[in-house]
C-alpha cells in the first residue's frame, strides 16, 4: 500500500451510526445544557478537561526531567497536546471522530503523579506497605480523577464531577501507550471501566485505540530531543539513532535531522497507509521494529541513565515525608483540628490538605455545602483507609513543584 486512503475507516466512526454510540455517550449522571449549546458531546467533555485544576497542572508535572527550570523542555501539559494533535491529524486523516479523539488525549494522564513514571513506583510502594490491594498506575488514577476528584461549577455556581461520556473514560483508562503488538483494534465489551485492568483491555473505540498509538508516537522523539539538549548522547549513541532511522527511510541523513518532527511525520503516515478497519491500526514491519528499537534506546541511553539517580532518591523522600506526615495527624472528625495546630508552621500542607477532607470526606458537611461542593463524598473520616487514600489522592494530584513546596515547608526551619 503506498497511498493513504483517505476515510478508510469512516464506517468505524463514533456517529450515531455507529452500533456503539449509545453507549459511548452515556454518562454516570445528566449532565446540564445551555440554551442553543453548538458542541457535540465530545466537543463538551474536551471543553471539561481544559477547564479542570488538574490539566493546568499538567505544565509543572514531570515528562522525562524532573522539575525541570529549562523553559523549553517538555513537560506533562506540552505531551498530552502532542498526543492530542497526532490523534487529531490520525483521525482525520482514517475519517474517525476527531472531537473524540481530541478529547480523549487532552485527558488522558490527568490522573499522573509528580515526578513522572517514577512517582507512580513511589506512591506504589506506600499502598503495598500500608495495606492497599491495588496497585496504583496512572491511567486508572486518571479515571479517578475525572470521575471522583476533579470538578466545575454548574450554572448555578455548584460546583459538581466532570461527569464525563462513557467514551472519553473508556480512553482515558485504556490508554497506555505501551502497545506490544503491531496491530491495534478496539474491544466489543462494554463493560464497567472500574473493572478494567492495566494492560489486558483494549479502547471501546477506534479513537481510543488512535491515543493508544498517538501516545508512544509523541514521547519517543520528544525524549530524544530533550535527552539531547542535556548532553545525555556520546558520538556512538548519536550514530546509533542516525542508523535506525537511515535503515528504514532509505536515505542518509544528519543526527540533527532525527528529530520529533521526523519521526512523528514518519510514524504517522506510515500507520496511515497501513491500516484497514480488518487488521486495524497497524505500522509497516519495518516501522514498528524501528519503533520498538528507538524504544529500547531510550531506555537504555535516558531513563535508565544514572543522572537521574539523585533526583529520584529526592523525589522518593519528598513523597514518603508528605505521606508521613499527613498520616501522623490523623484523628478521624479531629484530624482538621490536629493539623490546624501546625499551620503556622506547614501552612502550605496542613490547610490545602484540610480543605481537601472538606471537599471530598464527611469530616465537615456544614463548610463542605457552604462551599457549594456538589460532588461525590468518597471518603468515611472514620475509616483509617479512607484516610490513607486520600492521602494518596491529594498527593498525586499534585505537581513537582508543589510537592518540593510542601517537603520543604517540612525540612527548612
Not at 525541570?68 to 492530542?84: K, P
Not at 506504589?124 to 490491594?133: A, C, L, P, Q, T
Not at 455556581?157 to 496491530?183: F, P
Not at 483494549?202 to 535527552?227: H, N, Q, W
Request: with cysteine.
Amino acid at each position: 500500500m503506498d497511498t493513504i486512503q483517505k476515510n478508510a475507516f469512516i464506517n468505524y466512526k463514533m456517529s450515531e451510526e455507529n452500533e456503539k454510540w449509545n453507549n459511548a455517550i452515556t454518562r454516570i449522571a445528566p449532565l446540564g445544557h445551555k440554551p442553543f449549546d453548538i458542541r457535540s458531546e465530545f466537543e463538551r467533555d474536551y471543553t471539561r478537561i481544559l477547564h479542570s485544576s488538574a490539566y493546568r497542572r499538567l505544565k509543572h508535572k514531570t515528562q522525562v526531567f524532573f522539575a525541570t527550570n529549562n523553559d523549553h523542555i517538555c513537560t506533562r501539559i506540552e505531551h498530552v497536546n502532542h498526543v492530542a494533535s497526532i490523534s487529531k491529524t490520525i483521525a482525520n486523516a482514517l475519517g474517525l471522530n476527531v472531537s473524540l479523539a481530541e478529547a480523549i488525549a487532552m485527558g488522558h494522564d490527568l490522573g499522573h503523579s509528580p515526578f513522572g513514571h517514577h512517582g507512580e513506583r513511589i506512591i506504589e510502594k506506600i499502598m503495598k506497605k500500608n495495606g492497599f490491594s491495588d496497585n496504583f498506575w496512572h491511567e486508572r488514577n486518571s479515571l479517578r480523577f475525572v470521575d471522583l476528584i476533579e470538578t466545575l461549577p454548574n450554572y448555578s455556581g455548584y460546583k459538581e464531577n466532570l461527569n464525563l461520556t462513557y467514551a472519553v473514560r473508556d480512553g482515558i483508562v485504556c490508554h497506555c501507550g505501551e502497545v506490544n503488538e503491531n496491530s491495534i483494534k478496539p474491544r466489543d465489551e462494554f463493560i464497567d471501566l472500574n473493572d478494567v485492568q492495566k494492560g489486558k483491555h483494549m479502547p471501546y473505540t477506534f479513537e481510543g485505540c488512535v491515543v493508544k498509538i498517538s501516545d508512544k508516537i509523541a514521547y519517543l522523539g520528544r525524549d530524544i530531543a530533550d535527552a539531547y539538549n542535556y548532553k545525555f548522547f556520546d558520538k556512538d549513541d548519536m550514530l546509533t539513532l542516525k542508523q535506525l532511522a537511515q535503515e528504514v527511510l532509505k536515505r542518509k541523513i544528519r543526527f540533527k535531522d532525527v528529530n520529533t518532527s521526523l519521526l512523528i511525520h514518519e510514524f504517522i503516515v506510515n500507520l496511515c497507509l497501513n491500516s484497514d478497519p480488518e487488521h486495524g491500526l497497524t505500522f509497516s514491519k519495518e516501522h514498528y521494529d524501528m519503533m520498538n528499537k528507538i524504544k529500547k534506546f531510550n531506555y537504555q541511553k535516558i531513563y535508565s541513565n544514572p543522572r537521574f539517580n539523585p533526583f529520584m532518591k529526592y523525589a522518593n523522600l519528598v513523597i514518603n515525608d508528605i505521606f508521613e506526615f499527613l498520616l501522623n495527624h490523623y484523628d478521624e472528625f479531629n484530624t482538621i483540628k490536629k493539623l490546624s495546630k501546625y499551620s503556622r508552621f506547614y501552612p502550605t500542607s496542613t490547610l490545602d490538605f484540610s480543605d481537601w477532607l472538606i471537599k471530598y470526606s464527611n469530616i465537615d458537611e456544614k463548610t463542605h455545602n457552604i462551599r457549594k461542593y456538589r460532588n461525590k463524598i468518597i471518603y468515611d473520616i472514620k475509616n483509617i483507609m479512607d484516610y490513607k487514600q486520600a492521602i494518596i489522592d491529594f498527593i498525586s494530584g499534585m505537581s513537582d513543584n508543589y510537592a518540593i513546596k510542601i517537603y520543604k515547608e517540612l525540612t527548612e526551619f
